[in-house]
């Protein structure tokens, strides 16, 4: 490449010299191939999805998110009926359709979990074939973004459970091990979960747990958002640990009492926005939720839902759990 002398360029006028090096910086650049011009096209999928997938024993929730990584890279995250939000190291997307496959989490067999979907009508559509090859059918809408243009004003608390009945409660599918024993809520060992008979959007929720050592339970709120509650001692907080929102939030700080002794969460809800304390230290601090967690009761995340206690995994003991919901507008 030829150069133009210093003693001319000093004598050239500014604008003229701008023009010229500006053109040769434009000549440096490497000119976008046809793959990252793919990528522009993919812009209609970027964004996160909730899909409804209909399964063998009915429908299921699942979540899938879509980002671009440079020019040329499609990768997301997804979370099916079970487990935590998993990276998706590349996520096709040519001529409306998408494709990806990411590595079984939990399951028993080896075989990548596979989707493909089409894109039509600002719609996903699909299968989703899971590692034993069973292949299930979804539909994926756009997750709405649960904006609040103003503060939440509080209506009177409403207790959920009083330390004497169950009457706010009902089980989910399965065989319930709770009961009350001795002013707690107790669940004996794994069985169902238990939810509220009363939905809600926007909260704020105080309950006390107990776990025994390995206990396993959480709190799911509006019935799509576990709160982990798990013995993990002296671990590092981690997004799958006490005080996380499920695999997408990490407490920032370890402050578990351990197990057979009495702990409080006080946990507020607005939009997809939360805030955790957990024994009395604020963990969370207003941070976005991006989508549902693993075990979620369905995807529609725009409509109230629940408060549901999981209890198909280790026995764990709840108390003095009260709601404090915010009014509709």
């Known amino acids: 490449m030829s150069h133009t002398p210093l003693f001319l360029l000093r004598s050239l006028s500014g604008a003229f010299v701008r023009t010229l090096m500006a053109g040769t910086m434009l000549a440096a650049m490497p000119l976008l191939d046809s793959s990252a011009l793919r990528a522009q096209a993919a812009a209609p999928i970027i964004g996160r999805w909730d899909l409804t997938v ?12 879509v980002s671009q990584s440079g020019v040329r890279t499609l990768v997301g995250r997804f979370v099916g009926s079970g487990g935590s939000a998993r990276p998706i190291a590349k996520v096709e997307f040519v001529n409306n359709t998408m494709r990806f496959a990411i590595p079984p989490q939990w399951d028993a067999e080896s075989n990548d979990l596979r989707v493909e979907g089409a894109f039509a009508d600002d719609r996903l559509t699909g299968t989703l074939t899971t590692p034993r090859g069973d292949v299930h059918r979804f539909v994926a809408v756009r997750a709405p973004l649960l904006r609040r243009t103003s503060a939440p004003v509080w209506a009177a608390p409403i207790v959920l459970f009083n330390g004497k009945t169950m009457d706010a409660w009902a089980p989910l599918a399965g065989t319930s091990q709770w009961s009350v024993v001795d002013g707690v809520l107790t669940n004996r060992r794994s069985g169902a979960n238990l939810a509220t008979k009363q939905h809600f959007t926007d909260f704020k929720l105080h309950l006390e747990f107990r776990y025994p050592k390995g206990g396993n339970s959480g709190v799911y709120l509006r019935g799509r958002y576990e709160v982990q509650v798990e013995d993990n001692g002296d671990l590092e907080p981690s997004p799958v640990h006490l005080g996380g929102i499920y695999g997408f939030l990490t407490a920032n700080e370890n402050v578990s009492k351990g197990p057979g002794v009495w702990q ?14 957990l024994n009395g230290k604020t963990v969370i601090a207003d941070q976005t939720i991006p989508g549902i967690t693993g075990g979620a009761l369905d995807s529609n995340e725009g409509a109230p839902g629940p408060i549901y206690l999981q209890g198909d995994h280790t026995a764990v003991e709840y108390r003095n759990i009260v709601i404090t919901p915010a009014k509709t507008p």
Do not use: F
């Open 54 to 65: 209909q399964g063998a024993n009915g429908p299921y929730p699942s979540w899938l998110e």
């Open 264 to 277: 409080t969460y006080d946990i507020t809800l607005i939009g997809r926005r939360v805030t955790v304390v």
